[in-house]
């Protein structure tokens, strides 16, 4: 079973809307990271929170953690067609690997 | 600064065949990480290296994968005797410092490896 997964495979929205992508997760952790994937690319960094954090913001991005209930969601404003990709949470299950869930594929339609 | 390099960005071998990946992380980067992506299993780690150890192989399929760091600017991963079950993107990820989740990876683009 996953360490951490999104709780959706995939998500359609029109551009200007808003969007949550969810995640949950099965163990203690000091941090949760957002990793974002665009086609023919590597992921990359979205939002790093971590445990004692209960928000975190960068731009149109806002990532929220609850660790009562293992969960964490990001969420993206004014969405642009650029948004579109797959979204990955990402936790470190007290070692220093990183798992990453099972992603999130966001299209974003004109 | 150009980033995590991976090369070759695509290869196609024949079953039994060997296939040699290569990564040159970022400069200065501690710890360099590989993760092989399907459709179906995701994102899964292989393996990684701290100041050129390899620490945790866990993910490795230990008959055929193997992995190396002989130096600070490049990585190998190294499958022998490919099969098409092989046929994934393989993903190399660098960072400044390991920590688990405090630590940003930083991943290349990917080698996209077919097995016939």
């Known amino acids: 079973s996953q360490l951490a997964e999104e709780n959706l495979w995939a998500l359609s929205v029109h551009e200007g809307e808003s969007v949550t992508v969810n995640c949950s997760y099965k163990t203690s952790i000091t941090a949760l990271q957002w990793y974002r994937q665009k086609s023919g690319e590597g992921p990359a960094q979205l939002i790093l929170?971590?445990?004692?954090?209960r928000e975190k913001r960068n731009g149109r991005l806002r990532a929220t953690l609850d660790t009562s209930s293992q969960s964490s969601s990001l969420s993206i404003t004014a969405t642009r067609c650029e948004d579109t990709a797959v979204y990955f949470c990402a936790t470190d299950p007290n070692t220093d690997k990183v798992v990453f869930g099972t992603g999130t594929r966001l299209q974003v339609s004109p | 600064n150009a980033g995590v390099i991976q090369t070759p960005r695509h290869k196609v071998t024949g079953k039994g065949q060997e296939a040699t990946l290569w990564c040159e992380p970022i400069s200065g980067h501690s710890a360099v990480f590989w993760y092989r992506q399907t459709i179906v299993q995701g994102l899964e780690f292989l393996t990684y290296f701290r100041n050129q150890a390899p620490i945790d192989d866990s993910g490795m399929p230990k008959e055929r994968f193997s992995a190396q760091m002989p130096n600070q600017s490049h990585s190998t991963l190294k499958i022998q005797s490919t099969q098409p079950q092989d046929s994934a993107v393989y993903l190399c990820a660098s960072s400044p410092r390991t920590g688990g989740g405090y630590a940003e990876q930083f991943f290349g683009p990917g080698t996209r490896l077919t097995v016939l």
């Open positions: 929170i971590r445990s004692n954090e």
